[in-house]
């Protein structure tokens, strides 16, 4: 495992808050301070031991690799490589909650909070030269103001509740994505070295990297790759840096409740809409746009550094992002035990990206891409398009005070999204796209939807795949956008229903006002009950399948070699006039989650006295 080679983790967090109330007439005022303060340190080196892939059998058996990923830590010293750093966040909060009448009650109010930061990653000064700015960007300075305002009313009249509330709200500080520029600068010689010519001369990067392979990487390499000074290949190691101006995440937010009592029941309805003021993006900084691909998008290459997979990915601010979700639901409590409710959902929800990494270069390659350097937006990888929520319940002391309960809750919800992409087959910087990390582990470049077998921006590998694909395009929501690049999360997994019961009892101890509960949870009852049912099945992550493989051709009708540099004499910038697709595959979206899918018991008792 590339991730667990050198993998530390340290932190802690100090906090204290001082909380004054007031009250004056029907206004209860409310005032914070508030002080944080968070050490990490992360010594986090993927691939720091080497990590070397090989075309085939034969060339492993030999010693012969084909790419080599190593970051060697600058110094030699273990943990020079570290994201050492802390800071502090000062909040200051005032809020009043008014009790119009009885039955109304507004609270509004407003919290503010200053971060103070005196460390910062290490100066690439190569990154600088490149762009103009530095890679020292942290939190220090960054603030965040959250006015928010909120009502309750419950008339007398009526068996009526409502409240809501709209503010603005901070995400707090996602330390990761600070620790990922102290982990991505000069501290590491990160290289992604892929076999060419010069591995044939001896002594050079390519010879050590690649030849005589063992599984160690050789002291000779390892002394090259760590020396301070004098070190060629320094100014192409991976950056990772937070862009000027950056603000930390935080989005409007605004909710509306309603409750309503008939014939004892409890109806309920609520509505959520949320949307960005400043989310993220990831983009690679080395991939300049130097051309077009057939289908109108932007077509990148790596200026600095041709024939490199190395990367510098900007954290950045977006406001793409919203999300309405409505809920009805019910539930009705009897006097003498049973309960029963039950819930309907609906999402609608986009995004950019949802940043679920802990690591720069994964946030970056796991977006979708249309613009192949811009994450797309469109659906959410995380919306939930519709789920029904139910529960049945039974809760009565059969004897003495001592409960007897059975609750059973159950959910029955839409498949997760996921989109159809297209895959340049290659562990190198893109050959077709030209950006960075790309390859099998991430196809999430979108597909271009041909308007059937003859479009003139795609010829076939293959009739066969022709044929397959055009069936696929009929049978599918890429029907609708023949003639386009498909948006991100059009597809869908198939819908999944679970079922979880507990079972509990309260027994006597004849010792005071104890009792001990004995209780049984059954997660996933279904899949006890018959070992074919309770099973999740959709794609696994990304949520991208590639329905075909791609690669340029030239206006003379030659076919670009998988891997070929954009840039290239055989592959010029401008060079893709029209796509060639091959090797057709439909997705496995019914592949089954084990660990999601099978049943769980859980005994236990509980004492309380």
């Known amino acids: 495992d590339n991730f667990r080679q050198t993998n530390q983790l340290f932190f802690d967090t100090w906090a204290g808050s001082m909380i004054t ?10 005032a914070l301070f508030d002080i944080t303060r968070n050490r990490t340190f992360n010594n986090f080196v993927p691939n720091s031991l080497g990590s070397w892939y090989f075309d085939s059998r034969a060339d ?11 970051a ?18 000062y909040t200051v909060g005032l809020q009043d909650t008014w009790s119009i009448t009885d039955t109304l009650i507004l609270t509004y109010g407003a919290r503010y909070t200053m971060y103070d930061m005196d460390t910062y990653p290490v100066l690439n000064p ?32 009526l068996p009526l509740r409502l409240r809501g509330g709209v503010g603005i709200f901070g995400g707090g500080s996602p330390d990761i994505y600070l620790s990922n520029s102290f982990s991505n600068t000069v501290t590491t010689n990160t290289l992604s070295i892929s076999r060419d010519a010069t591995c044939n001369t001896p002594g050079t990067l390519c010879d050590l990297a690649l030849n005589n392979v063992t599984g160690q990487v050789s002291s000779a390499l390892a002394a090259q790759l760590s020396n301070p000074n004098f070190n060629p290949n320094l100014p192409r190691t991976n950056t990772g840096a937070i862009a000027p101006g950056f603000h930390l995440p935080r989005s409007l937010k ?42 109108g998008r932007p077509r990148y290459q790596n200026v600095y550094f041709p024939n490199d997979n190395n990367y510098d990915i900007l954290l950045y601010n977006t406001k793409d992002g919203r999300s309405h979700i409505g809920v009805v639901r019910f539930q009705k409590d009897f006097d003498w035990g049973l309960s029963f409710g039950g819930s309907y959902t609906l999402q609608d929800v986009k995004d950019v990206g949802n940043a679920t990494s802990s690591t720069i270069n994964s946030n970056y390659r796991f977006q979708s891409f249309l613009d192949p350097n811009q994450p797309a937006y469109g659906t959410s990888s995380d919306e939930i398009k519709w789920a029904f929520k139910y529960n ?58 041909p308007t059937g077998t003859t479009d003139p921006l795609v010829r076939y590998g ?38 979880d019961l507990h079972v509990e009892q309260e027994l006597p101890t004849f010792v005071g006002n104890s009792r001990l509960s004995v209780f049984a949870d059954i997660n996933n009852l279904p899949n006890l009950i018959n070992k074919d049912w309770g099973g999740l099945r959709q794609l696994g992550f990304p949520q991208a399948a590639a329905l075909v493989n791609v690669q340029c051709v030239t206006a003379a009708g030659a076919v670009v070699p998988t891997g070929t540099p954009v840039g290239a004499p055989t592959n010029p910038a401008n060079g893709c006039v029209r796509y060639q697709y091959s090797g057709f595959r439909s ?8 660990t999601q899918s099978l049943y769980a018991i859980r005994v236990g008792a509980r004492f309380t006295f």
């Open 462 to 499: 293959d009739a066969t795949t022709a044929a397959a694909l055009d069936s696929f395009i009929n049978g599918s929501a890429l029907a609708k956008y023949r003639g386009q690049i498909a948006p991100k999360n059009v597809a869908r997994s198939r819908a999944f229903t679970r079922i």
């Open 21 to 30: 109330r007031y009250q004056a007439g029907d206004h209860q005022i409310a």
């Open 60 to 70: 492993f058996q030999a010693g012969r690799a084909n790419q080599l990923q190593y």
């Open 72 to 89: 060697a830590v600058i110094g030699g010293d273990a943990a020079g490589a570290a994201a050492d750093f802390n800071y502090a966040a």
């Open 126 to 157: 190569f990154f600088t030269g490149r762009y103009g700015f530095t890679n020292l960007k942290t939190y220090k300075g960054l603030d965040q103001f959250e006015p928010r305002i909120s009502f309750a009313f419950s008339p007398d009249a």
């Open 587 to 594: 997705p496995n979206d019914s592949s089954l989650n084990v």
């Open 254 to 295: 605004a909710t509306l409740t309603a409750e309503y009592d008939f014939w004892g029941i409890n109806f309920g309805a609520d509505y959520y809409y949320g949307e960005n003021i400043d989310g993220i993006g990831f983009t690679d900084l080395r991939s300049a746009r130097v051309g077009t691909l057939p289908d």
């Open 392 to 449: 049945l319940g039974f809760d009565r002391a059969f004897f003495g005070d001592y409960r007897t309960i059975f609750q059973l809750f159950g959910e029955t919800r839409a498949g997760r999204p996921y989109s159809y992409t297209m895959l340049d087959n290659t562990s190198n910087r893109s050959g077709v796209f030209g950006t960075p990390l790309g390859g099998s582990g991430a196809p999430t470049q979108l597909i271009y939807v």
